[in-house]
Each structure stands twice: as structure tokens, then as C-alpha cells.
């Protein structure tokens, strides 16, 4: 699509110079005068009784100001309890009926612990070097309990409970059904069932999280500076926990160094860090360390999916049953979300009229899982995709061939799929062209030529994997544009970045619904204390929801500005043009009133200013959205296997994706990227690994293989932008997109380079061990021969 | 994440070194590149009471080449000069390659050649390569020094035939002979990190056309350098270069971790074998 | 422990200071010398946030103690272009679009002005070799290598 205006041009991000400077002000850049440092012990063990904790020794270590346990710590603040995960909208309840039970999660742990990692007791210190010396002090007793890790082990009549007084793990269930299954699959040309495992990976931004909180001996009020996705939605949590009234905290996301999901969960840190600071009158940090933040930051992905998909002889989908068991870690502090996201979005882009789908939600002795980049829609993903390969190999079709032929078609948009979204709205896909990414994808990843290459020894094979991506989720986001005496323009969101370019691409957005230029603009984001209302750069919503509030707010100065210039220039405002941020009467372009002269007129001191006018040249917008709008991608990796030594090299990766009106490409293009990476990173090397007694294994960056720049493979990405009807703009989120494909991908093009050898892929990461197992297991099968030098 | 605290010396004679590192009443550590010790006392699975820092040790940065031909690398000598040093890269090739395979430029830079052998992570590639070209280990303690080879000193994960109070002075690599092929082959997870499993390889070849001499050591597969014997000596009677890794794949023992099983480091070392004999007896041959 | 007394250039400036023999490198830079472009990521050595220029090579300054930075040349983001213009790498990292939140930007910076100081005319393996001591979650890294050959082809021009 072309540029139009400002909106669609690939202008250098504004945010640059400073980061590259190492002028970025990040949390730990954040040192208040007298600051002290926390620190945090954490639980050893993945399930056991805490009978005592003793600070005694470590309150005397030197440099140790406090220590706080449990109990202290429920005195003072807490639990942690969010009643909007608690919320099921009402057509949501009459879809699909779910069981949701949402446990609060206490602070610091007082009678128990529950997974590796939980934090059981805090130390404040002059230094964090102190303070890890007096943990050393800290002597807790803990009487072992028995230990659940795996989710499915956990629904077992017998296994250990997490809640003692459930009378089982499930946290969340529901079931969904439309159509006639059970008659598809009877009448059925061709089924094919599997169980499909998305492993645990989680985000691992290289900021880890973090918290600064200082109370102003002025006036008592709390600031609070979070690595944060979501600070108006702390600053509201914060002033329940710790009995503020909202005015008197403010939350600050600064430059925050990467989210993913990640850190638009709240932790127990984020409101102990807070309350040692009310309670010691000093300002108090806390920066997440490595391990930690491996430990006890939200993970993500962990499903099992056994998946049966039934179809004619055409390849016509008939139906598709899935029962899935989601392993939701130690609390389920955010309810549906996640795997209500893996429901609706399990049908992606296919046409699909028999459905039948059960969700168990197992509360398991492991880190808690929460939203990480596509959140619950990889992992539904993986095995709906997975299956389609399965699908075409028993129906002998090409699997792209039987994916284009299963795809909801353009003419058929708007089209709703029988399904209610997580908002409580009938879930009806805006717009799109699956058929047409398709062939883009097909197009772009270029197979034939490399496919060629293929060879006994290192096999060659391609795979795709097509999704939909319901964005822009509400409740709502806020926005608020005024017009400086001076002419700039300052723009305040709700929001927060961490990366993605807001300061850049809502400044195109603002400049253009405003008539001004672009270099004018001030994009501010990221703290309570500029805009009182906000919810945060969450699930692929930012640029949907505050680009649109922005557009509301800044259509409402422009015409304001208007009248009000009209009556400067006493003509009709009908007559005037805005443009490069100053008025022209229309025909007479020489002529130029300033928008900075517009506001400048409003001010108090000019005794000529409009009686009833108020001071400033702004505008507030809340934008609420009818419904998410669907973006949607298909993705195409050709893979080659060495067969001796099982290492998976990534040839050509390809890209055809649907995000609506492209605001910026270049940005747009680099949320694809990184995107697809992370992806890439789950399908190939991160895995997080607990063992039986729930300890982590992969504690470190040495075993938590994120990939780096030689893993990095050929990129292709091309836009097939379908604008949203749904909003002003035209917009679809794009920032999960990238995520959910890989893992789907890459597992099918190593079962097709491996097809000849009888290989299934059930599970990821397909690191060189696990594809070597799969190729002995299938050639032990006797599905196929291979001749190699160890086996 | 912080270390515990610890006491520091960075004396700028080898004596007080030695001095220092002869203290048995309280647990001293050498700090040379601190690329291994660093990250364990930043978890606080190493928490020396004493460092000694090497830095100030003109003696140990020096890396010599002597008039028999011998290659002699000081305690102090970084990973990166394997990479950089015409001498290194000229004469012991292999040496060169296999250093090419140890983490990244930011790693090399700083690690010493020695750090890395007296650590012994039988996964790293030094320790074989050590093996491989028949290195000498000088070994010194206030009271003087003794040398062992390669192949005794290394003796189970993370454990080396230094007593307490020695030191690994320096590393002496005889020269390499100038007909050998030669190859390093490794499979990892990512470039860079450590090897699932890895081999050095040197090939002869005899007046005659075949294999007269053969040498393969595995990183990897064993609590220690593994050298394959049987493999060695079958290819010099004749046999395959795939034999020679099937036999590879009988010997070996390894254990297994979360990044590779134990059958595969088996499976993978034959035929890691067999690629890297393959191509050392091509460079042998001039092929 | 008693603290040591040290010296040290920073950014081409004398600096001294009395540490405590533990205090991690990375810690006195933005700590205590208050420069805190130098990002830390893991603490132990393998995400490259925290990589310096020491004594001309690209170094972890979250696996040295600040005690061995005595008598060294120690350089941070900071440094490479104290005024003005951007240097080539960065200017680089901007136009190729090779940062999303920058976090882990200074320590890509750093491992790459070395590389290409101490070797303008690198082959793309040795860039790559380089680049991958330093881990980035944002971008994916495509355009960090399009910004590692864009900075390599305007310094080797200079040079």
C-alpha cells in the first residue's frame, strides 16, 4: 500500500541517537539519593511446608536495614489478587460455561511454597552485594510435600494437590462444541489423531524486570519506576495492595529493554519493593537477576494437544476435535486468558464446520505460565498445523494445497466463526485474504530451486504454518494531544514501549490526524503521572487503541483549533486549511496563522483571548473497541537435516503477513523479525526444563540457549495489508504475529526433509539430540532405512 | 547475583604468586582470565576466600616459540593469540581451528590457554586439543616444578593433576609435524557454546600411500579428553575411515545431559570421527 | 575486605577510586562512575550487554572485578562518540534499524567498533562470530547484520 500522508513512510525511529549514546535511562539507571537494594530468597524446593523462617542473623549482617518474611509481608500488603482475570464476560459464560478458579498468590510465601523460585523472604541493604550476603544468614525449615510437574500426571485422581483444599489441579476448564463431530469423523474419508506437545520457553527479554519505589518527604507521595508493560494497570494494583488513592502513587515504565508478555504480568516484587519503601522512609531497588528471572518470571507455551482432524477425499476439512491440558505452573494469576486465546484461535484461518474442544487448565509445582508473545496461540498453533501436515501426508495432497483448500476465502469476510472472543463478542474475522498470504508465502520462501539440493545425507524439506491473530484486544486505551504556546505538539498515551517505537510511529500518526509536521510531535508514554488513564502495551494492542485514541483526540484540537483561528481571522472556518501546523484561508496559502499562535492566543495573559475557552489547545480520547481485529500471517521455512549428526539448518525463512494499514514499514517489518526469532528460538534451542522433584534445570543462560546472530536465518517478508473496517485507522496489531508461526514451521519442513524415513514430530525444541532420536525411533519402526556411521 | 567478598593479590613476581597460592589455611584461587571462575562466583558456587590475579606476571603473558621447534604458552597468554599469532596459526593449525570453536571474540579476548586447561571442562576444546598434539604440562609450586604430559594431567571433570599450592605455569606443544593433516570437527547448539561433542583429528601419511599415523581425541564424550585407541590403530592397518568411527562409537562411554543424549554423543563421535579423518587425510595428501 | 585503591583511564579521562576487591566491573562503571550505557544482562558472561573495550579488546565487564581494570584503558558506549556525530557503528545501527528498546544496543556497539578497529576488512564469518557473543531479543537480528556490513563498509572506506 502506498504512503498516504505520513502513514505508511519508513521514517528513521526518533528514539535512537539517545539509546545509542547509552543515554537510554532504563530502571537501574534510576538511583535515588540513599537508595537501598533488595534482595530476595527463594525457594529451593518445588513443594514444601514452610514451618520457620528465621531473620534473626541476617537483620544483624552489615549493611542489612530489614527483613521481611511472609507473615510481615501479609501484614503490611497483599496478596497479590487481580479481579479482572476473575471476570468471564457474560456471552462468553453461555458459549462455553468455564470453570475458572484464580488463586491470589501471596507476596512472600507464609506457609508454603509451591514451585522453585517463589520468594520466600526479602533483604534491604545499602548494596545488593549486602544484601546477598545476608540471605546467605536467612534459615528457613521446610518439610518436603510431594511434587507434580507434569501437567497430564496432574489431573490423575492421585496426584499430589497444589491447592489442599480443591478437590483437584484443575484451575480452569471448559469444553466448546459446534456441529456434528462425532458424525464428520464417522463419515469420514480420512482422520488422523495425534498428540502434539508445545514445550515451556518463555520471553527473557535481556532487561530483566525491575522496580524502583521512593516516597517524596514532601508530600508522601509514592513513585514508582517499574520495567513494565502495563504501569497505569500497577499504579491501580498498587494503590489497592498498599491503601493509596491513586493520585498520591505514580507508576513510571522508562525505557524498559524488551517485554514480550513478560513483564505485563505484576510479581510479587512489584509490590514488595513499593511497601519496604513506605515502611523505611528510603527509596528501595530491586533489579531481577538472571536467575531469577529464569526462575520466577512468567513462563509461557506449555500445552498438550491431542488433536484429530477428519476430511473427504477432496481434503475438505469435516471436523477437528482437540483435548488439550495447558499446564498453568503454580497460580493461575490471569485466569482465561491464556487458554481461552489457544480456543479462539484454534480454528486460525480454516473454514472448519465440526468442532469439538476440551480445555484443562493443571495447576502443576512449576513457574507460573502467563502471556508471552501470541499467548496461547502457538501453542494451538503447533498442533493444529502439525496435524495438517499429518493430514496431507495420509491424504497424499500437498499440505499447502490442503490448507488453501480449507481457508476461509475473502468473499467470505466477514466471517464468524460460531465462536465468542475473550471480549465477549461474537469472534467474526474483520477482513483478510488467508489464500492470498498463502501464495505470497509459497512465492517469497521459493522452495523448488533448494529442494533440488536435498540428498541422502542432508535432507531438504519446507513447512508452513498459517495463523490468525486477534488484536487489539480492549477494554480501551487513552490518549490526550495539546498544541504547546510554541507549536509543538505533545502527545501523551497510555501505554508503554519497550521497543517497539511508539515516539516514532504515534508522532506519524498524530502529525497527520493533526495537520502538522512530524518533528513537532512529542510522543509521551509510559507514566501515570502524564495521563491518569491508561491499560497498556499489551496482546498486539498499542498501535490499534492509541492510535486511534491519538486520532479521536487530535481530530477534536484540529477542529477546535479551527473555530478558534476562524474567529482570529474572523472567517468561516469552512474556510480554513490546516497543514504543516499552520492555518491558510483556502485559496490563499501565502497566508499563515500557526497552530502554536492558536494556542498561544488561549493563554491567560492575552486580555484579547475567547471569553468560556479554556486554557489549554488539547484534547483527551478514550478508545474503546467494538471487538478485536484479525490479523493474520502465513509463514515458510525451508529446512536442511544432516541426518548423521540431526542438526537443523534453517535455508530461507519467508513472511507473507496481514497487519492492516502498515503505519511504518521498516518498523513493522522488525516486530516480524524479532518476532519470527523468538519463534525460532522455541522451535530450535529454548526449552525450559524442569526435572522430576521440580527443579529447574536450565537455571542459566548456559543452559537457556536464546539464538544468536549466527542462527539468524535468510529473511523474506512481504505485507499483504487488508485494512481493518473496524477502526479509523485501519489498523491490526502486529507485535505477537511473528512468534507463532515458527514453531509450527520449522516442525514440519524437518518432517518433510525426514519424511522418507517414517519421522513424526511431536514435540520441540528440535535441537541435533532429539532429531538423531527421532530418526533411530523411526528407522527402529522399520519406517525407513538410513545408513550412518554410529547407528 | 554478586560474589561473596574475597581478599585480592596481584603480586608482579611469579615467587609471591607461588607464596600465595602455598597458603593452606584458606581456600585461594588463581585469576587469570576469570571467564570460568567469574560467572561461579557470581552464582556463589565458588566463593574463594583469597585471588590471586596473574595479571601483574610479565613472564606468563609471553608465548614462545623455541629453537627445537616447541610452542610454550604462559599462564597468562590469552585464547585469542591461538587465533592471531602467525606462529600458532602457521604451525599448529589444528591448534588454530579447534580455538576458532571456544565461545566468542569477548570470551577469547580475556580467557587464557591455559585457564581453560587447568579448569577442565571436559566438553571444552582445549583440553583435547592438548591431547591431541601431545602436550607438556609445566607444572610449579613454591617448592619447583615438574612437568606431566597432557594425557596425565587431565583426570575427571574438572579435576587436573595439580596438587595444592601448584599452578599450571605453562603449556609446551611439540612441534607439529609438518606432513600431518589435520581436522577439528564439533557439533554444538549454537556457534559458540560448548561442544556436545567434538574432535581433533591428525593424519600421517605413509611412502606408501596409506595411513601411517593417526591420532583422534574427542571432547565431549568422556569425563575427560577421550582418545581413541582402537579407531587410531585400525585405521593405520587399513581400515575405513566409517569403520574407524563405528569402532569410535563402540569405545566411547559417555554420559548424557538436557542437550544431548548419551546414544547420541555415541553416535555422533563415529561419525564425527569419520568426517574429520576424512578431511585431514585429504589435507595430508594435498587432495 | 579492605578496599583497593585503583587506577584507571575511562573514555580517555584518569580516573581513581578505592573499591571493594569484589565489585564487578560492569558495577563500578554505572555505579560508581555513574555511566550507564554499559547494560547488564546476565552476570555471567554470556548476553554481552556489559561488553567494554579493554585495552583494545572487546571485553565482559560483568566477569571482571573493577580491582583488574587497574592500570587499563577502558572504554564505554559513552566514549565512542563523546560529541557530535554519531561514530560509524551506531550511525549504522540507526539507518539499518538494528535496535528496537536499545537495551542490549551499547554492548552490539562495543563488540563491533572493536572487531572493526583491530580488522576493517572482516569477512562476513568473523562478523558473525562477533555478533554472536551478544545477544538481542528484539530484532531478530537481521538487520543487526545488515548494520555490522553497512559499518564495516564505511570504515574500511576510512581507513
Not at chain 1, 507473615?71 to 456471552?91: S, Y
Not at chain 2, 567478598?5 to 609471591?16: G, R, V
Request: hydrophobic share 40%; proline share 6%.
Amino acid at each position: 500500500m502506498p504512503p498516504d500522508g505520513l502513514i505508511g513512510q519508513a521514517l528513521p525511529r526518533v528514539e535512537d541517537e539517545r539509546l545509542l549514546r547509552g543515554a537510554g535511562r532504563y530502571v537501574d539507571d534510576i538511583h535515588p539519593e540513599g537508595c537501598l537494594e533488595a534482595a530476595f530468597l527463594r525457594s529451593p524446593f518445588a513443594h514444601a511446608r514452610v514451618t520457620n523462617v528465621d531473620l534473626s542473623e541476617a537483620v544483624r549482617a552489615p549493611g542489612v536495614v530489614a527483613a521481611f518474611d511472609g507473615a510481615q509481608a501479609a501484614a503490611l500488603a497483599g496478596p497479590l489478587v487481580f479481579d479482572m482475570a476473575r471476570i468471564v464476560p457474560e456471552p462468553v459464560r453461555r458459549s462455553v460455561d468455564p470453570l475458572v478458579r484464580v488463586q491470589p498468590m501471596p507476596s512472600l510465601a507464609t506457609d508454603r511454597v509451591t514451585f522453585v523460585g517463589q520468594p520466600v523472604a526479602m533483604v534491604v541493604a545499602e548494596s545488593r552485594y549486602l544484601a546477598e550476603d545476608a540471605l546467605q544468614l536467612i534459615d528457613v525449615e521446610y518439610e518436603d510435600l510431594p511434587v507434580v510437574v507434569d501437567p497430564e500426571r496432574a489431573l490423575e485422581p492421585d496426584a499430589p494437590l497444589l491447592e489442599p483444599e480443591w478437590e483437584d489441579n484443575v484451575a480452569i476448564a471448559f469444553n466448546f462444541r459446534k456441529g456434528d463431530p462425532d458424525a464428520a469423523f464417522a463419515a469420514a474419508h480420512a482422520t488422523v489423531e495425534e498428540r502434539f506437545r508445545s514445550h515451556r520457553y518463555m520471553a527473557a527479554p535481556i532487561e530483566t524486570r525491575g522496580v524502583v519505589a521512593a516516597v517524596d518527604p514532601f508530600d508522601g507521595r509514592l513513585t514508582v519506576w517499574a520495567s513494565s508493560q502495563t504501569p497505569h494497570l500497577l499504579r491501580d494494583f498498587l494503590a489497592g495492595a498498599l491503601g493509596y488513592a491513586p493520585d498520591r502513587l505514580r507508576v513510571v515504565a522508562p525505557d524498559v529493554g524488551g517485554g514480550f508478555g513478560m513483564k505485563g504480568s505484576i510479581y510479587p516484587e512489584d509490590l514488595l519493593v513499593p511497601m519496604a519503601a513506605r515502611e523505611l522512609g528510603r527509596p528501595v531497588k530491586w533489579i531481577e537477576d538472571r536467575a531469577e528471572d529464569l526462575a520466577s518470571s512468567t513462563h509461557g507455551r506449555e500445552q498438550v494437544h491431542r488433536i484429530a482432524l477428519a476430511a473427504d477425499a477432496d481434503g475438505r476439512i469435516l471436523a477437528l476435535r482437540d483435548d488439550i491440558v495447558h499446564n498453568a505452573g503454580a497460580f493461575t494469576t490471569l485466569g482465561l486468558v491464556v487458554p481461552y486465546n489457544s480456543l479462539t484461535h484454534l480454528l486460525g484461518p480454516y473454514d472448519i464446520e465440526a468442532v469439538d474442544v476440551r480445555m484443562r487448565v493443571a495447576l502443576t509445582n512449576t513457574g507460573v505460565t502467563a502471556p508471552f508473545r501470541g499467548a496461547g496461540r502457538p501453542e494451538t498453533v503447533f498442533a493444529v498445523e502439525r496435524a495438517m501436515d499429518r493430514l496431507a501426508r495420509e491424504l497424499g495432497m500437498d499440505p499447502a494445497e490442503l490448507r488453501e483448500r480449507n481457508m476461509v476465502r475473502p468473499e467470505q469476510m466477514p466471517y464468524a466463526t460460531g465462536l465468542v472472543y475473550r471480549d465477549g463478542a461474537d469472534q467474526v474475522y474483520d477482513s483478510g485474504d488467508y489464500p492470498g498470504l498463502l501464495r505470497k508465502a509459497r512465492e517469497l520462501v521459493d522452495a523448488e530451486e533448494l529442494l533440488a539440493q536435498s540428498s541422502e545425507e542432508r535432507r531438504i524439506g519446507v513447512g508452513y504454518a498459517a495463523y490468525t491473530e486477534g488484536t487489539g484486544v480492549g477494554p480501551f486505551e487513552s490518549a490526550r494531544v495539546s498544541v504547546e504556546p510554541g507549536g509543538k505538539v505533545i502527545v501523551r498515551y497510555g501505554g508503554a514501549s519497550q521497543g517497539q517505537g511508539h515516539r516514532t510511529t504515534l508522532a506519524q500518526i498524530a502529525a497527520d490526524a493533526l495537520g502538522v509536521r512530524f518533528e513537532d510531535v512529542e510522543v509521551r508514554g509510559g507514566d501515570s503521572g502524564e495521563l491518569a488513564q491508561g491499560f497498556g502495551t499489551i496482546a498486539s494492542r498499542t498501535l490499534v487503541l492509541a492510535g486511534n485514541a491519538i486520532v479521536e483526540a487530535a481530530t477534536e484540537v484540529r477542529e477546535r483549533a479551527k473555530r478558534i483561528a476562524a474567529e482570529m481571522l474572523e472567517i468561516s472556518p469552512d474556510d480554513l486549511e490546516l497543514a504543516e501546523g499552520a492555518f491558510s484561508p483556502k485559496g490563499s496559502p501565502g497566508t499563515k496563522l500557526p497552530l502554536g499562535d492558536v494556542a498561544g492566543f488561549l493563554s491567560p495573559f492575552n486580555p484579547a483571548r475567547p471569553k468560556g475557552e479554556s486554557a489549554d489547545l488539547a484534547a483527551g480520547s478514550i478508545y474503546r473497541p467494538s471487538t478485536v481485529t484479525y490479523a493474520a500471517g502465513v509463514h515458510a521455512v525451508v529446512v536442511a537435516v544432516d541426518v548423521a549428526t540431526g542438526m537443523v539448518e534453517l535455508l530461507r525463512y519467508a513472511v507473507a503477513h496481514d497487519c492492516g494499514r502498515v503505519v511504518n514499514p521498516t518498523i513493522a517489518d522488525g516486530q516480524i523479525a524479532g518476532g519470527v526469532m523468538q519463534g525460532i528460538g522455541g522451535a530450535l534451542y529454548e526449552e525450559l526444563v524442569y526435572d522430576d522433584a521440580g527443579q529447574l534445570v536450565t537455571g542459566s543462560f548456559l543452559d537457556y540457549l536464546l539464538p544468536t546472530a549466527s542462527e539468524a536465518p535468510e529473511l523474506r517478508l512481504a505485507h499483504l495489508d487488508v485494512p481493518s473496517p473496524l477502526n479509523p485507522l485501519g489498523v491490526k496489531g502486529l507485535g505477537e504475529g511473528g512468534a507463532i508461526g515458527p514453531p509450527a514451521a520449522i516442525a514440519n519442513a524437518v518432517e518433510d526433509a525426514l519424511h522418507e524415513l517414517g519421522v513424526v514430530v511431536r514435540e520441540g525444541p528440535l535441537g541435533p539430540s532429539r532429531v538423531r532420536e527421532l530418526i533411530r525411533e523411526a528407522v527402529k519402526a522399520g519406517h525407513g532405512k538410513v545408513n550412518t556411521v554410529g547407528s | 547475583m554478586k560474589p561473596a567478598p574475597f581478599a585480592y593479590h596481584a603480586p608482579d613476581q611469579l615467587d609471591e604468586v607461588l607464596a600465595l597460592l602455598g597458603d593452606q589455611d584458606h581456600e585461594v584461587r588463581l585469576l587469570a582470565g576469570g571467564q570460568s571462575l567469574v560467572p561461579m562466583m557470581n552464582f556463589r558456587l565458588a566463593a574463594p576466600e583469597v585471588l590471586v590475579d596473574l595479571r601483574r606476571v610479565e613472564s606468563l603473558r609471553q608465548l614462545r616459540h623455541s629453537g627445537d621447534g616447541t610452542l610454550a604458552i604462559g599462564a597468562g597468554v590469552r585464547q585469542s593469540a591461538l587465533l592471531r599469532e602467525p606462529v600458532v596459526t602457521d604451525g599448529w593449525p589444528l591448534l588454530s581451528e579447534g580455538a576458532r570453536h571456544i565461545g566468542h571474540p569477548q570470551v577469547r579476548s580475556r580467557g587464557t590457554v591455559c585457564g581453560s586447561l587447568a579448569h577442565h571442562d571436559p566438553t571444552a576444546e582445549l583440553p583435547a586439543l592438548a591431547v591431541a598434539l601431545d602436550a607438556r604440562m609445566v607444572l610449579a609450586s613454591a617448592s619447583g616444578t615438574r612437568e606431566r604430559s597432557a594425557d596425565e594431567f587431565f583426570v575427571s571433570y574438572y579435576t587436573v593433576a595439580l596438587e595444592p599450592g601448584e599452578m599450571l605455569l605453562e603449556v609446551r606443544f611439540p612441534r607439529c609435524p609438518a606432513a600431518a593433516g589435520w581436522s577439528f570437527k564439533e557439533v554444538a547448539r549454537r556457534r559458540g557454546d560448548f561442544a556436545l561433542v567434538g574432535v581433533a583429528a591428525l593424519v600421517e601419511a605413509g611412502d606408501d600411500g596409506t595411513v601411517s599415523r593417526a591420532r583422534l581425541v574427542f571432547c565431549g564424550v568422556a569425563e575427560r579428553p577421550f582418545r581413541a585407541l582402537d579407531a587410531e590403530q585400525a585405521v593405520v592397518s587399513g581400515a575405513s575411515f566409517e569403520e574407524a568411527g563405528r569402532l569410535v562409537s563402540e569405545a566411547v562411554r559417555p554420559m548424557g545431559s538436557i542437550h544431548a543424549s548419551a546414544e547420541y554423543r555415541r553416535e555422533c563421535a563415529g561419525e564425527l570421527a569419520a568426517r574429520a579423518l576424512s578431511e585431514a587425510w585429504e589435507r595430508a595428501t594435498g587432495g | 575486605m579492605a578496599e583497593v585503591d585503583i587506577r584507571l583511564t575511562l573514555n580517555g579521562e584518569e580516573r581513581s577510586a578505592s573499591v571493594e576487591p569484589r565489585l564487578l566491573l560492569s558495577d563500578f562503571i554505572r555505579h560508581h562512575m555513574r555511566l550507564t550505557g554499559t547494560h547488564v544482562g546476565c552476570e555471567h558472561g554470556v548476553c554481552g550487554a556489559c561488553t567494554v573495550i579493554v585495552d583494545g579488546e572487546p571485553q565482559r565487564s560483568c566477569l571482571m572485578f573493577a580491582v583488574q581494570a587497574d592500570g587499563a584503558s577502558v572504554e564505554t558506549i559513552e566514549g565512542v562518540a563523546p560529541n557530535g556525530e554519531l561514530g560509524p557503528v551506531q550511525q549504522a545501527f540507526h539507518e539499518a534499524h538494528g535496535m528496537q528498546c536499545g537495551f542490549c544496543t551499547p554492548g552490539f556497539v562495543m563488540s563491533l567498533t572493536a572487531l572493526l578497529r583491530n580488522s576493517p576488512d572482516a569477512d562476513d564469518d568473523e562478523l558473525l562470530d562477533s555478533l554472536s557473543g551478544n545477544l538481542c531479543r528484539c530484532t531478530g537480528y537481521v538487520n543487526i547484520i545488515e548494520a555490522a556490513r553497512l559499518a564495516r563498509e564505511r570504515m574500511n572506506g576510512a581507513a
